[in-house]
């Protein structure tokens, strides 16, 4: 159920009571949660919500401090009730004192009355004599006489009707002076006796507030003794005239009159003196502070009152610079893509940052100019082009210039390549399924003949004939009539024989378990002496040790070389081997290993972030790939290069730095082509 909210007056008397109930809860004082819970109270949020809102900090014991929290909120309310309750009880007996039973009294009583010309703390000047005005204690004395007087003739009055007649109600007056009640205004005894008793109380109570008032008026001295009947000040003591005089003011005789500083009664004036004061104050601390050995005039002493700040108002023009130096900016924005569009087009762009990245070489051996160039120096019999002297030698005869130049044609011994196979390849022949049935029936015809050939010759016993079960009685004869039980054991065994003889052909044609491996090393494992195939690949991000795994595994499976350099977007990966291992590991870095998957996918629908995402996902490519002469690299092995020049250096040790080169540069313009879009 949604409590009523707490107006800010409450709000303000519970809080010293809240900063309690968080001291007994967590035994120390917390502002935070304190503010925390007020605000709770403000939003008038009921006892779950409660909970929900401050369980961030107090945990465990959230319930028992929300529970304390509206207990001290039930405790505040009745208090406050009971203060208010008993303030119209006594404005009520206030009323009930001064109340009489004429109508003049009631309708004086209905008048508004003026507020009190002062409260019960000012300081006001005590009085010399008591107030004109006011109640001495004779007549307060001669009151109470009267009222008892009067009491005492009621209750003779009340004893007079309960013991009479009917008749004597007629009657006009009594023998004692006392006018007669009608009949239907008669009381009986008790309720008489209890008004009587109310009278008494009221007279009581009205003495002692007119006695506490006297008091108070004689503890505050001047206030009346200086006023006279009709208000203002005695002619006697005021001056006639005054003037000030050298910074004094004088009377009309020449003496100094001092005038009365009246003491401010508002709040507001109360709190301005008492800021001026405490200002002072913290002025005269400052300057003790200065003095002090102690003091640090670096440390900015925040003020008790905060300063008003005044305006601040912006120069003219000033957003008008600003506006015109965004169309500035907006203008060079776009005209700096236009550029970068057309220089994409015509490859400046890519250009310029492959030149960043070109390894930097010595300037000096640059700018030196060779006296022969290489090429020209096989030819050339000077040592320097100026050498050479197109003329004629001492005997007449043309001199010549170049070693080797003639006129004839030159032509260059062919060399064999070194990917050439040194014995000629003779391609199979493949036979088709009938030829290889006809061939394998010629075979066994022949065997068979030699066969027959031993036996005629005496060489080999006759084989037994073959018998089974299905031909027993068609082989045997009249001997699988005589004993038909003796021949079946026979039979058995001799298939059992010729099965056992099977098994053991197979078993010594198989394989063991190392010839088993060599044969899939083999077949695995080509031959790369006439030549090595060589593939660069170049990765994003090779971080996951899942896919790490799968390139180092495959590699070795498919007894491949190479190197693995990590270095923050460029990954090379360098593998060496036959055709065939080449083939299986393309597919596997192009096709099988998903290199994205580990990008943590987004649900957004923003065409931006799905751009940039774009550009960020993780790939592999293929950088380059060839054959080469000799092996540059063992097993696969990972290697981290924290630096590009450390990467390199690693390529230039095995003789391979342009594979680095390919794989950086691509990267490059990639990411030069990457900022363009």
Request: glycine share 4%; charged share 35%; proline share 5%.
């Amino acid at each position: 159920m949604m409590a009523a909210p707490l107006p800010k007056k409450e709000l303000d008397e519970l809080k010293p009571y809240i900063d309690k109930t968080v001291e007994k809860v967590l035994g120390i004082s917390e502002p935070t949660l304190t503010m925390a819970a007020i605000n709770c109270l403000a939003r008038g949020l009921d006892r779950d919500r409660m909970n929900d809102q401050l369980r961030p900090f107090l945990e465990d014991s959230t319930e028992t401090f929300v529970d304390r929290l509206l207990g001290a909120v039930d405790e505040v309310r009745s208090a406050r009730h009971g203060r208010e309750k008993d303030t119209r009880n006594r404005k009520r007996n206030l009323r009930e004192v001064f109340a009489d039973d004429d109508t003049d009294d009631v309708a004086a009583s209905k008048k508004a009355k003026k507020p009190p010309a002062f409260d019960d703390d000012d300081v006001i000047p005590a009085a010399s004599a008591e107030s004109p005005g006011m109640l001495t204690k004779q007549q307060i004395q001669q009151m109470m006489e009267n009222a008892t007087k009067q009491i005492e003739e009621r209750k003779k009055q009340m004893k007079i009707m309960g013991v009479g007649s009917a008749t004597s109600a007629s009657t006009n007056t009594t023998s004692g002076g006392v006018p007669s009640v009608p009949s239907n205004l008669l009381l009986n005894a008790p309720t008489a006796t209890n008004y009587m008793n109310d009278a008494i109380e009221k007279a009581k109570r009205a003495a002692e507030l007119q006695a506490k008032i006297q008091a108070q008026l004689a503890n505050k001295p001047g206030l009346l003794g200086t006023m006279k009947q009709g208000g203002g000040l005695p002619l006697a003591d005021k001056p006639d005239k005054v003037q000030l005089v050298e910074g004094r003011i004088v009377d009309a005789s020449g003496r100094e009159v001092t005038l009365v500083q009246r003491t401010p009664t508002l709040k507001a004036n109360i709190r301005a003196k008492r800021r001026e004061e405490f200002k002072l104050v913290q002025d005269s601390a400052a300057e003790l502070n200065e003095s002090s050995p102690f003091f640090d005039d670096r440390v900015a002493l925040k003020p008790a009152v905060r300063q008003r700040r005044p305006f601040k108002f912006h120069d003219p023009g000033k957003f008008e610079a600003i506006a015109q130096r965004v169309r500035a900016k907006s203008q060079l924005e776009k005209l700096q893509a236009e550029i970068a569009q057309a220089a994409k087009k015509t490859g400046i762009q890519s250009a310029a940052k492959l030149a960043l990245i070109t390894p930097k070489k010595d300037d000096t051996e640059e700018l030196e100019v060779p006296d022969v160039e290489w090429w020209d120096s096989v030819i050339l019999r000077a040592e320097t082009y100026e050498d050479i002297d197109p003329g004629v030698d001492e005997k007449g005869n043309k001199q010549e210039q170049f070693v080797g130049v003639t006129h004839l044609v030159e032509h260059p011994i062919e060399m064999r390549p070194p990917s050439d196979p040194t014995k000629a390849r003779i391609l199979p022949v493949y036979l088709t399924k009938k030829e290889r049935k006809k061939i394998r029936r010629q075979n066994r015809r022949e065997v068979q003949k030699e066969m027959q050939e031993k036996v005629r010759l005496g060489l080999e016993a006759p084989p037994e004939p073959k018998v089974k079960i299905s031909n027993l009685m068609r082989v045997l004869g009249s001997e699988a009539v005589q004993d038909p039980t003796k021949v079946e054991a026979h039979v058995r065994a001799q298939m059992a024989k010729r099965q056992k003889a099977h098994e053991e052909a197979n078993a010594a044609r198989k394989l063991t378990t190392e010839q088993r491996k060599e044969k899939k090393i083999k077949r695995l494992k080509e031959d790369t002496s006439q030549g090595v195939h060589v593939s660069v690949y170049r990765v994003r991000d090779l971080r996951n040790p899942a896919k790490k795994y799968k390139v180092e595994a495959n590699a070795n499976q498919l007894y491949m070389t190479g190197m693995v350099v990590m270095y923050q977007d460029v990954n090379v990966v360098v593998v060496e081997g036959g055709p065939k291992a080449q083939k299986k590991f393309r597919r596997l870095m192009m096709h099988r290993i998903k290199w994205d998957d580990d990008q943590p996918s987004r649900d957004d629908d923003d065409d931006e972030s799905d751009e940039e995402e774009s550009k960020k996902r993780n790939k592999c490519s293929l950088v380059w790939e060839g054959t080469v002469k000799n092996q540059n690299f063992g097993s696969i092995q990972f290697k981290v290069c924290p630096t590009e020049s450390l990467a390199r250096e690693h390529f230039r040790k095995h003789g391979v730095e342009h594979y680095w080169n390919l794989a950086h540069s691509q990267s490059v313009v990639e990411a030069t082509e990457d900022d363009t879009l």
